[in-house]
């Protein structure tokens, strides 16, 4: 009988330290010996990553995005070798696998890779002998043998993508709190721990900023149907599962947390003729260059003009705007505007579609502490303000509590 599969993955927080490392290995230790064949998936030590992306800043402005990737991927290459000493010297039989040893193969965007394939062939022998296979998460390999890295936080997308190829019997996701919670424990002491909560639920919190799962790890999960269970790597106890609507009872008709999202800016393009195809001559070019648009606002025309202003995160502001005066100079618009230092605050739930009130108690809630709403979007499941970034602490407390989560 082979064993069942178990897909453990532990964040930077829970590999911070080399006394942390060891507490990581006795707890994989432990599911070794309960009867599981573990993969284990790491990102780097603490916040090795921030670290190296400082490094490159002081000695480029704008670093090749090939370079940073394979500089970034270094953070992985050191954590999972020291889990898999830390089990030898438990006396597991343990070895690591960078993502492309690992068969990650992912397309050739770097910095935001996606998962196009992967081949597991490494992995299943290497448990097949025994041994617990440590892999080093966030990175895989593209065509040309390109080391590619998946987006910040994109190791939960390495496990889950493992789980499912390897139709795991379970994946694990253990971080520095206790599972998904009503809103981001560090911003709102009340926040509540979830027990279940929905893959829809789930990406729309983790797109608008919830960082304690990687959105593209949510995808997969769901269209493998995987269970994920979020947990505390420090304490014991069980966490969040993230899982099918239909498996959830409780809490179904309502909102179901708040999430946020500093270092967001905004764009304009200002004075842009009201004419067909211009939306498409600003944007398609930011999607070439791999450059999210989010929440979009078009004003009514005025005398056969327009102002077209959306958002993208901080990172990409000002790339987006060289593009954009580009475009600008293209289509006859009068000018580029960029804003920055605002954030992104929304709440989330199954409960919003069909539901005007939600709106209305969302911009009440914003109003009554004097918090300016900027642009507004909304889809079926999420409400999205965008607003002053010094008041995004005060905004996700108003509408948690707002909200009664
Ligand atoms: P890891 O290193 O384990 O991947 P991350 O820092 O990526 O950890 O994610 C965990 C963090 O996500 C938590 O420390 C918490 O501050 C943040 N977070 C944001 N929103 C939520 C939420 N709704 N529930 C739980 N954690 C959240
Ligand atoms: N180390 C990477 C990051 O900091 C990947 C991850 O932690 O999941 O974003
Ligand atoms: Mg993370």
Redesign the pocket.
Known sequence: MPRPVLVQKF????LGTPAGITRVGRRIAASQRAGYDVVVVV?AMGDSTDRLLTLASRVAKEPAARELDLLLSTGEGVSAPLVSMALHELGVPAVSLLGFQAGIQTDRRHAKARIVGLTPARIERELAAGRVVVVAGFQGIGDEMEVTTLGR?G?DTTAVAIAAALKARACEIF???RG??T????FVPSARLLRRIAYPEMLE?ASAG???MHPRAVEIAEAFSMELHVRSSFHAGPGTIICSEEAIMEDRNRVR?V?HEEHVARLSVVGVPDRPGIAAAIFAPLAEADIAADVIVQTASHEGVTDMSFTVSSADGPQAERILQGVARDIGARTVLSQNGLAKVSVVGSGIRGQPGVAATMFRALSERRINIEMISTSEVRITCIIDADRVKDAVAALHEAFKL
Not at 183 to 186: Q, T, W
């Open positions: 964040g930077g927080t829970s990102s936080g190791s971080t520095d709190v998904i919670y809103a981001d424990p560090r919190l919830a960082r304690v947390g999430a």
